[in-house]
Antibody, heavy 121, light 106 residues
Framework: EVQLLESGGGLVQPGGSLRLSCAAS????????MSWVRQAPGKGLEWVSA????????YDADSVKGRFTISRDNSKNTLYLQMSSLRAEDTAVYYC??????????????WGQGTLVTVSS | QSVLTQPPSASGTPGQRVTISCSGS????????VNWYQQFPGTAPKLLIY???QRPSGVPDRFSGSKSGTSASLAISGLQSEDEADYYC???????FGGGTKLTVL
């Protein structure tokens, strides 16, 4: 059974930093691309970052480029999101997500339960 | 406001067929496949349809997806009370999401 367990969320002041972790199990972590998707309170889904299976390629939304860094440790089956220069508009539930491919098109087949990040003074 | 346009709400009665639309442009839906996700309040999204019309194992065949040009649709037939949830379309390899549609079963 695929499991994605996020941790590291919490309350942080504007301008502060936070690192999210996602412990993966139930599949061969090193064989799959992963991503982070967030959802502000009462709002829709917003893609944040994605990373290839090896970690050699990363992709970021314009809204977080230069502030957030996605990474992974395949030896620990763990995905990370390092967030810095946090703003109030970064307040959201952050979901760790497993990506799969079908005919060269990607989709998200599993999601973690999410971790809440609140940016406020 | 998302580049992918979904109606904020939709509704139907049990047993009815309901469709939810997702409208984009030639640069997004028009040149990429569409995925659909179901989300209940306070829970994580769940994959419903991938690559326009593919259903993952475990998803009832009451749910179906289609795409034509720059628009896509999710159809739910034989509507059930447990289908009441938020539904999101996504494209560009899930880097672009619609604003979501709240489905109410009357």
């Amino acid at each position: 059974e695929v499991q994605l367990l996020e941790s590291g969320g919490g309350l942080v002041q504007p301008g502060g930093s936070l690192r999210l972790s996602c412990a993966a199990s139930g599949f061969t972590f090193s064989s799959y691309a992963m991503s982070w998707v967030r959802q502000a309170p009462g709002k829709g889904l917003e893609w944040v970052s994605a990373i290839s299976d090896s970690g050699g390629n990363t992709y970021d939304a314009d809204s977080v480029k230069g502030r957030f860094t996605i990474s992974r440790d395949n030896s620990k089956n763990t995905l990370y999101l390092q967030m810095s220069s946090l703003r109030a508009e970064d307040t959201a539930v952050y979901y760790c997500a497993k990506r799969s491919q079908y005919s060269n098109n990607w989709y998200t087949d599993y999601w973690g339960q999410g971790t809440l990040v609140t940016v406020s003074s | 406001q998302s580049v992918l346009t979904q109606p904020p709400s939709a509704s139907g009665t049990p047993g009815q067929r309901v469709t939810i639309s997702c409208s984009g442009s030639s640069s997004n839906i028009g040149s990429n496949t569409v995925n659909w996700y179901q989300q209940f309040p306070g829970t994580a999204p769940k994959l419903l349809i991938y690559s326009n019309n593919q259903r993952p194992s475990g998803v009832p065949d009451r749910f179906s997806g289609s795409k034509s040009g720059t628009s896509a649709s999710l159809a739910i037939s034989g509507l059930q009370s447990e289908d009441e949830a938020d539904y999101y379309c996504a494209t560009w390899d899930d880097t672009l999401f619609g604003g979501g549609t709240k489905l109410t079963v009357l």
